[in-house]
């Protein structure tokens, strides 16, 4: 079975943000660990490269859209390069492939009878590229969004059929598990509610963009090009790449993940497109919140936006990545906060997980000759095996459902509880007894067991962090064994040597 999964495709007009980054960094997640249930995982990302804002940025810099483009989608690989984000497809809406299979799509919505010369008249934001209610209907109305004045257009475009598919897109979006989450769902149903307009696929004045065969001067409108990219995306590897390779290679998508603020292109317009070109629909849109800094919107005027790069090479992947998943829950707005992400990362990672390996580790090494314990006979009611148990499931649980953050929540758990484990048994006491020697191997070992799959359920989470664990323990993990195999209780296996530990993350310092 394949696994689709896409984050949006980027628009090329600057460099990613901590927006983007939070995204793919979700999306990734949620590869990873379908891979570890031994999912044949499509992971898409990409850059969306058309329109007239971008003609308009390239033009500022007084240089050709394509140079421009170049430079920008380039940054966008390599930053998901390092940030270690494990895509499949990176598409590039400017390209060759994307072209013909865009293409290909038309003439398919074209033989529907959905494509009709008209007229576009209407208050326009470049920012995102999307004609907009103007209640002042005033030239100085701004863009909610993009605070920058509407522009108006009066222009002969061509226009698809929207309003065709009223009655399927109500069937659509009243399915409960198209749209998440439900607030985005319920904003959706109450738009469809006042009726769907037709709406204009192609441009006149933008040069910009791929060129509508048998129509002089008009290119797509952008987003009719950037949405099938997800599609193109599939066959784009291919030296002949073609829609039905596309469809046949793993066509539909399971999952777009997208900003709410693009909700309506890929809940509303993408699925009457699809039906229209007799393509089946992606399973489900989920629609993420923003995140803002400190309580405040980010911006450049404010001077607060967050370089994602700067935080990369200051607290590195682990850090960034476990505050943006555990801290924010998924659908809901978030806020980054400075004190807060310092307090999380020392508490959670470096020393309810970090410290708890180090010093069991410390102490199995010092007790039992740098060794895990030889357990000669262990007890019928193991309290740490049932707690693990029972995480795993909840974890799976929450995994499967999309709750990222309660997923990473229940490995915290697991960890805290670990910890109570350890001191309420205080085996650094037992040992002065030599009759306790038994006692204070099982104990140590559960510890080091919890500990153990403790890292494997951050693998899709912290991989780097995961990775870490399991050197301590003596690099154990083996990806030829299926992940949930692995889980099991009791395969640490005991004799085994134990490496030096070393912190598996430093602490941080406020600033």
Not at 114 to 136: A, L, R, S, T
Request: aromatic fraction near 10%; charged fraction near 25%; glycine fraction near 6%.
């Amino acid at each position: 079975m394949t696994f689709v999964i896409t984050t949006p495709l980027y628009y090329v007009n600057d460099k990613p943000h901590l927006g983007s980054v939070y995204t793919t960094i979700i999306c990734d997640t949620i590869a990873r660990y379908k891979r570890l249930l031994d999912e044949d995982v499509i992971f898409i990302t990409g850059v969306d490269e058309h329109g007239l804002k971008i003609q308009r940025t390239a033009n500022e810099k007084g240089i050709e859209p394509k140079s421009h483009c170049d430079e920008i989608s380039e940054i966008f690989n390599n930053n998901w390069k390092n940030w270690n984000i494990s895509f499949d497809k990176f598409i590039r809406t400017s390209s060759k492939n994307h072209e013909l299979v865009v293409n290909e799509f038309y003439e398919r919505v074209k033989a529907s009878e959905d494509i009709y010369m008209g007229v576009q008249k209407g208050w326009y934001c470049v920012g995102c590229e999307e004609f907009k209610d103007n209640p002042e209907n005033s030239s100085t109305y701004k863009c909610p969004i993009h605070q920058k004045n509407l522009e108006w257009k009066n222009e002969e475009n061509l226009f698809f059929r929207l309003s065709k598919y009223q009655k399927d897109i109500e069937k659509i979006i009243n399915k409960k598990s198209f749209i998440e989450p439900i607030e985005r769902r319920n904003e959706i149903i109450n738009f469809v509610s006042r009726g769907l307009k037709d709406f204009s696929i192609s441009r006149t004045n933008v040069s910009w963009g791929i060129p509508v065969p048998d129509y002089d001067n008009h290119t797509f409108y952008v987003w009719f090009d950037a949405l099938l990219g997800y599609v193109s995306a599939i066959s784009s590897n291919e030296s002949d790449p073609s829609l039905n390779k596309s469809i046949n290679g793993g066509w539909p998508a399971n999952i777009h993940f997208i900003g709410k603020d693009i909700l309506r292109f890929h809940a509303v317009y993408w699925p009457a497109m699809l039906i229209s070109a007799g393509m089946k629909l992606p399973e489900k849109v989920y629609g993420h919140g923003f995140l803002t800094r400190e309580g405040q919107k980010m911006g450049k005027s404010l001077g607060n936006v967050l370089d994602p790069e700067l935080l990369l090479s200051k607290y590195g992947n682990d850090a960034v990545r476990w505050y943006l998943i555990k801290d924010i829950s998924l659908g809901n707005d978030g806020d980054f906060q400075n004190r807060r992400f310092v307090d999380i990362i020392n508490n959670d990672l470096a020393n309810t997980i970090g410290n708890l390996l180090n010093r069991t580790s410390s102490m199995s090494r010092k007790w039992f000759d740098n060794k895990v314990p030889n357990i000669e006979k262990r007890s019928n009611n193991n309290q740490i095996e049932s707690l693990t148990k029972i995480a795993i499931e909840k974890y799976i649980d929450k995994f499967n459902t999309y709750k990222l953050d309660l997923a990473a929540n229940e490995v915290l758990s697991l960890a805290t509880k670990t910890n109570l484990y350890l001191n309420d048994n205080q085996p650094w006491l037992l040992i002065k007894e030599k009759d306790n020697l038994n006692v204070v191997k099982e104990i140590i070992y559960n510890v080091l067991e919890s500990t153990r799959i403790i890292g494997l359920l951050l693998l899709p989470l912290v991989p780097d962090l995961s990775s870490k664990i399991d050197d301590q323990l003596g690099s154990i993990y083996k990806k030829d064994v299926p992940w949930k195999e692995q889980l099991r209780w009791g395969l640490l296996i005991s004799n085994t040597s134990l490496p030096k530990p070393t912190p598996i993350i430093n602490k941080l310092d406020y600033e």
